[in-house]
C-alpha cells in the first residue's frame, strides 16, 4: 500500500515529526471564504499532548499560497495588545477588541505583527455552524505564528488563542501501514481493566452455561453489559451520569406509562426523543466534542434499550417453540436500526461540515 501525502491524512493515520510520534485524531476544513480555506488535524502524541496540524489555502492572484503550521491551544490572557493610552492590555474573553490590533505581544516579550484576517463559518462543539474570525499573527522571522479564533456565538463571542510554528514538509514523515498499529498501541493503550472484564465475563458465561443456563438469555444480557462496561471504563462523570438518568426514565415511562406493553416502535421513538434530548445537553454540561459523544449515544442508549425491549417482546410474546428466524430478528432489528440512525447523523455532520 503506498504511503499517504500529507493533504490525504485522516483520523486513524499516524506520523512522526523530530522524533515524536503522532496519532490523527480528528480532521477538519472550514471554508472561510472564496480564496482561502484552512484543513485542520487533530494530533495526539504518547503523553496526551494534544496538537494541531493545519495548512492553509490563500488564492493570490493566478497563484495559491500554501502554509503548513503546527500549533497548540496557549491561554488568552498571555497575549496584551496597545491599549488606548499606549499601555499593554490582556486579552480578556469578555473583552475582545472589535477589531485586530496590528501588533501584539506575549508575556515573554516575543512581538508579532498581523499579517491575515479571514472569516467564514465552522462548526462549534455544539455541532451548529457559527460565524468565526481568525486573526494571523507573526513574528519577525515569519516562522512562528499566533492566531486568535473569535466563535459568534448567540450568547456572545468566545475567543481560542493558538501559538504555532510553521512547519517544513521534509521534517514531516507520515508511518507506513506496519508502523501504524505499534504507534496507536503506544499513544492509545488497551485498558487493562476492560482485559480483566472480559477475562471475568467469559468465565461467568461459561459457568452459567455449563449450569444450563439459556444461550438465549445470555445473549440477550450481552448488549446491555456491554454498553454498562464501556460507560463506565471510557465515559465521563457527565455522560454516566446522564446514562443512569436516560435508564431510569426509560424504565419509568415503560412500567408506568405502558404498563411493560408498548409497541416496539413506541419504544423506538420514545429512545430517540431520549437520545435528541441527551445530544442538545452536551454544549450545558460537557466540554466533549459532539462528534466523540455521539457514538457513546447510540451504542450506549439506543442500542441497548431497544436490545432490551426486542428480547423483552420475543421472551413474553413470540409463540413457542422459539426457532432460529424469530431468535435472528429479535437480535438484528435492533442493530440495523441503530446503524441506520447512526449512517444518518453521520451524513448530517458530513453535510453541516459542506455548508
Known amino acids: 500500500m503506498a504511503i499517504k501525502s500529507l493533504e490525504d491524512l485522516s483520523k486513524g493515520d499516524c506520523l512522526r515529526y523530530h522524533q515524536t510520534d503522532w496519532l490523527v485524531t480528528d480532521q477538519y476544513v472550514y ?6 480555506q484552512e484543513t485542520q488535524w487533530t494530533l495526539e502524541s504518547k503523553g ?6 493545519v495548512k492553509q489555502e490563500e ?4 497563484d495559491t499560497e500554501i502554509v503548513w503550521i503546527l500549533t497548540h491551544e496557549i491561554e488568552l490572557g498571555s497575549i496584551r495588545y496597545p491599549g488606548p493610552q499606549g499601555e499593554w492590555v490582556s486579552f480578556k474573553e469578555k473583552e475582545t477588541p472589535p477589531s485586530p490590533p496590528e501588533s501584539i505581544k506575549l508575556n515573554d516579550g516575543t512581538s508579532f505583527t498581523l499579517r491575515n484576517k479571514t472569516s467564514g463559518r465552522a462548526r462549534d462543539d455544539d455541532g451548529k455552524m457559527v460565524p468565526k474570525l481568525t486573526w494571523d499573527y507573526y513574528d519577525s522571522s515569519g516562522k512562528r505564528n499566533i492566531a486568535i479564533e473569535i466563535w459568534e456565538e448567540s450568547d456572545g463571542n468566545y475567543p481560542d488563542a493558538y501559538d504555532g510554528t510553521v512547519v517544513d514538509l521534509s521534517d514531516i ?3 507506513p501501514p506496519d508502523d501504524v498499529k505499534k504507534v496507536r498501541r503506544r499513544i492509545r493503550p488497551v485498558n487493562k481493566n476492560l482485559s480483566n472484564v472480559y477475562v471475568f465475563v467469559g468465565i461467568g458465561a461459561f459457568i ?3 449450569s444450563g443456563f439459556a444461550i438465549e438469555w445470555l ?3 450481552s448488549i446491555p453489559i456491554a454498553s454498562i462496561i464501556i460507560m463506565f471504563l471510557y465515559g465521563s462523570l457527565f455522560w454516566q451520569i446522564a446514562f443512569s438518568a436516560t435508564w431510569i426514565i426509560f424504565s419509568l415511562v415503560l412500567f408506568f406509562i405502558f404498563n411493560m406493553a408498548a409497541p416496539f416502535w413506541t419504544v423506538l421513538t420514545i429512545l430517540i426523543i431520549l437520545s435528541v434530548l441527551i445530544l442538545k445537553m452536551i454544549p450545558y454540561f460537557s466540554s466533549d466534542i459532539r462528534e466523540k459523544v455521539t457514538p457513546l449515544i447510540f451504542f450506549a442508549v439506543f442500542l441497548p434499550g431497544s436490545w432490551i425491549y426486542s428480547f423483552y417482546m420475543y421472551f413474553r410474546f413470540a409463540p413457542g417453540p422459539h ?4 431468535f435472528m430478528e429479535t437480535c438484528l432489528l435492533p442493530i440495523f436500526i441503530t446503524g441506520v440512525l447512526f449512517g444518518v447523523n453521520k451524513l448530517l455532520d458530513q453535510y453541516d461540515q459542506q455548508t
Open 31 to 36: 471554508s472561510h471564504t472564496g480564496t482561502y
Open 48 to 53: 496526551k499532548q494534544t496538537v494541531y496540524l
Open 59 to 62: 488564492k493570490k492572484g493566478s
Open 173 to 175: 514523515r507520515i508511518l
Open 208 to 210: 452459567m452455561m455449563s
Open 219 to 221: 445473549i440477550a444480557a
Open 323 to 326: 426457532n432460529f428466524i424469530q
